[in-house]
């Protein structure tokens, strides 16, 4: 029985031992222009690619922190927290308009491609294409057509920002679905340079031209710079995607596996969702609630604050793919051992990177213009969150990798509607301190259930701290 053949005869209510090698079966080897490498073989290479993600995630941030900086500039205050605001919502709804193809990317071709089913692979890269071009535009006129209907759109200010966002929101769900693509080859740079750094840059080039033509100074204006340069780079990384695809998947005919892919892309897309949303549920609130101008320095903070997040994404990428090698091979120990490293680690790196980030954030909040400094206690709950969150550990990494995706989306779409309602009650309250805080006890009290879920289902501790006498210490 081939690979593939062999994960869509497994039911999902399979046993967890039998999940472990089905993941290690499916992603037997990365890819690097055709030639195959186990990835657990040397932690030296993973090691130089979580450098290699991390070093472009800290170009793109900067990136972005200095656009953000420029158009809050350019804008003002106002406009600036309408962009805000508008921005968001394309980034929650265009990471999950794809229904989960860009991570059923990572799940689904490794496998095809070890069992030689290049026909499945076709299918899926062109189904993937075309449904999240076409549910992309087709959220973006539901949302347009509610908010006619509700009233704030054809007037007010928000009318032409949301209709610009309209339009980039089927290009952005197609370019997110060419990043899970990439990365399903293991070609980190080609999955993040273009999306993280090309569009980051044109954004910015894009918006000094418009205004030095004469185009006003609008969140709008903007917006359909985003626009411009979302549409360049994607067709950029579609460019050099299909390049390098071709050289190992020829021609030919597809075969789609609509029951196996919906079946696992959708629940990936509901956490993608919720996930999503909870990075940005704290602006959202505010956007509806707060004056723009309050929004606009909410918003500078967390734009800083992503560089701690920064520091757990770089060691995922060097670790996940050898939680599933060593759950594969029944080396308990050595998974455990991992995962305490890379919690410690983490833990370490954010509490350094945060603290440095607090060091020199005055400086930086004043970049964005007078009064912007006014965020800096917000960015400091925001990093205490962030470390307290790291104290965990990997326990969502644990659950997507060894299974348990559904127990994780069930986690995250709790806390989503916790914060939600922590955040509004806070702000009414305490205003934007309050909103911070909500935020920083949310994302610390799901990184904990997290961690209890997968202790629970695989018998792994993966908080920093090691509980003597609990299950969740041993090995």
């Keep these: 029985m081939t690979a593939s053949a062999y994960i869509r005869s497994i039911p999902s209510t399979a046993l967890v031992p039998i999940r472990r090698r089905v993941i290690r079966a499916s992603e037997p080897a990365a890819f690097d222009d055709g030639v195959a490498t186990v990835p657990s073989a040397s932690a030296g290479r993973s090691l130089h690619a979580a450098a290699a993600v991390f070093a472009t995630r800290v170009a793109s941030a900067g990136l972005a922190y200095a656009s953000q900086v420029l158009i809050a500039r350019l804008l003002g205050g106002t406009e600036y927290g309408i962009f805000a605001a508008v921005s968001v919502w394309i980034a929650i709804l265009g990471h999950s308009a794809n229904l989960g193809w860009s991570q059923g990317a990572c799940r689904f071709l490794p496998a095809a491609q070890a069992a030689g089913d290049h026909d499945a692979v076709r299918g899926f890269l062109l189904a993937g294409s075309v449904i999240s071009a076409v549910v992309g535009a087709g959220v973006a006129a539901l949302g347009i057509a509610a908010l006619w209907l509700e009233g704030s759109v054809p007037g007010g200010p928000y009318a032409m920002p949301l209709v610009m966002a309209a339009l980039v ?23 993040i340079a273009p999306p993280y750094l090309l569009r980051q840059g044109l954004i910015m080039v894009a918006v000094v031209a418009a205004l030095s033509a004469g185009a006003p100074a609008m969140a709008s204006s903007a917006l359909a710079c985003m626009l411009a340069a979302t549409a360049i780079s994607a067709a950029v990384q579609a460019f050099r995607l299909r390049q390098r695809l071709a050289r190992t998947i020829a021609s030919g005919p597809r075969r789609y596996l609509w029951r196996s892919w919906l079946g696992a892309c959708l629940p990936i897309a509901a956490g993608d969702l919720a996930t999503a949303a909870l990075s940005v549920i704290d602006v959202v609130i505010l956007s509806l609630i707060a004056p723009p101008a309050v929004v606009g320095l909410y918003f500078a903070a967390t734009r800083l604050q992503q560089f701690v997040g920064f520091v757990s994404y ?73 470390l307290a969150a790291s104290l965990f550990g990997p326990g969502e990494h644990l659950l997507t990798m060894l299974g348990g995706e559904r127990r994780a989306a069930a986690i995250t779409l709790a806390t989503l509607a916790l914060a939600a309602l922590l955040c509004s009650a806070a702000y009414l309250h305490y205003g934007v301190i309050g909103a911070a805080a909500a935020m920083a006890a949310a994302v610390t009290l799901r990184a904990a259930a997290m961690a209890l879920a997968a202790a629970s289902l695989h018998g792994i501790g993966t908080f920093v701290i090691r509980l003597r006498g609990s299950s969740l210490a041993r090995p």
């Design 169 to 191: 929101l089927p290009v952005f769900a197609f370019q997110d679905f060419l990043e899970g693509v990439a990365r399903s080859q293991n070609w980190a740079v080609l999955a």
């Design 314 to 386: 770089a060691a995922t990428a060097a670790t996940a793919q050898r939680f599933s090698a060593l759950a594969a091979s029944d080396d308990r120990q050595g998974l455990q051992r991992l995962v305490w490293n890379q919690a410690r680690l983490t833990a370490a790196g954010t509490a350094l990177v945060g603290g440095s980030l607090l060091l020199v954030a005055p400086c930086l909040l004043d970049l964005f213009g007078s009064g912007f400094r006014d965020a800096l206690p917000v960015l400091a709950i925001l990093v205490a969150g962030s």
